[in-house]
């Protein structure tokens, strides 16, 4: 059986700069797979800092070893999903749902004792939880309390009876199986976007007694001090509550864990390093053109600083930042001088910090 430390690196090189949160999930994966009760996660981060990376390392663990195909039925939607059109809650849509991926992984031919097993040892990552804070513009949020309050006896462990149609002996059949919600991994995730200027203003209020610590720095030839504030090392679970997040709700976590702020240097290995980075896209994208593109140390590092400069949206700032570089030669390569024949039939293309420079440059 893998343990915490194996789940650990097989997730590390799928996901970068979150090494504390991978060791969260590791445990809650390793306490899945060992029939435990309770395991289950609240992710809390900025978009783009890597929540949804997370859920599709998890998939692909479960796929990659054929001792956990067991587990291999992983759900992934937002939680708002549950809410019908007249605001009430159908729980009943999670399990279409977790049936309809335990057929994916099964096949056809599956039993309704198969597929129920199946769905009662799934991993479901439900996406964009703090959208149902049961507080929106400063008032009650009766369809976000209401699905706290569905999701809080699943999280607890409930034995769900769902019917399903299955085929048995050629004839279309209907067969009830029992499905205990307890033996699933919960990993529910979300932005909390205003958490930040709640947790911030806290801190900073006169009555609070925080000192916040101060980085010093030299920018061209001048000493500046200034003071700088993370959540992670603020965040007080009371702060959901006053968020909108039930307490009874938060209750059946085992740990909320804030995603760390992607840096530059973090950045920079997102941007290169990763198998669907940014950067392996477009080369894949120029080799449609014979076009080999490299890309120089000093000028990931610069579209890294670049694009940490807006930390809210996180590692998809690389995206936009990378766009305005590359997206000229994207529409005619060869009417650019950089474009450089490389062979009888071959070209290359080198981004350098010269040409990041030029490309980043704020218009006048």
Not at 96 to 115: C, F, M, S
Not at 156 to 179: C, F, N, S
Not at 271 to 299: G, H, K, M, P, W
Request: proline content about 2%; overall charge negative; hydrophobic content about 40%.
């Amino acid at each position: 059986m893998l343990k915490p430390v194996d789940i650990n690196d097989f997730l590390a090189r799928r996901v970068i700069g979150q090494e504390e949160a991978l060791r969260y999930v590791s445990v809650a994966i390793f306490k899945h797979l060992q029939g435990e009760k309770y395991g289950n996660l609240l992710l809390i981060g900025n978009s783009g800092t890597g929540k949804t990376t997370v859920m599709r390392g998890i998939e692909a663990l479960y796929q990659e070893h054929e001792e956990l195909q067991e587990h291999r039925v992983v759900l992934i939607l937002n939680a708002s999903t549950l809410a019908t059109e007249e605001g009430a809650v159908d729980t009943s849509r999670l399990f279409h749902r977790l049936e309809e991926r335990a057929r994916q992984v099964l096949g056809a031919g599956a039993t309704a004792e198969q597929i129920g097993r199946a769905m009662e040892r799934a991993t479901v990552c439900m996406d964009e939880i703090d959208k149902i804070s049961g507080i929106v513009g400063g008032k009650p949020y009766v369809t976000g309390i209401n699905i706290q309050q569905a999701l809080l006896t699943l999280l607890e462990g409930e034995r769900v009876l769902h019917r399903m149609t299955v085929v048995k002996d050629g004839v279309p059949d209907t067969a009830g199986v029992w499905v205990d919600t307890g033996k699933m991994l919960f990993l529910c995730a979300g932005a909390f976007e205003n958490l930040y200027d709640q947790v911030f203003a806290r801190v900073t209020s006169a009555k609070s007694g925080v000192k916040l610590p101060t980085v010093t720095t030299y920018i061209n030839g001048k000493i500046q001090i200034r003071e700088y504030f993370t959540l992670r090392h603020h965040f007080r679970p009371e702060d959901l509550f006053e968020y909108g997040m039930q307490p009874q709700f938060l209750s059946r976590f085992d740990n909320a864990v804030i995603l760390e702020d992607l840096n530059a240097t973090t950045l920079s290995r997102i941007f290169r390093d990763t198998d669907e980075s940014v950067f392996q896209v477009s080369r894949s994208f120029f080799r449609n053109y014979s076009i080999d593109l490299e890309i120089t140390d000093t000028a990931v590092q610069r579209i890294a600083e670049e694009a940490a400069k807006s930390s809210r949206i996180g590692a998809r700032a690389l995206k936009s930042v990378y766009g305005r570089i590359i997206k000229p030669f994207e529409y005619d390569p060869f009417s650019r001088e950089e474009v450089q024949a490389d062979g009888d039939s071959s070209f290359k293309l080198v981004i350098d910090e010269k040409l990041v420079g030029e490309a980043l440059k704020p218009a006048i």
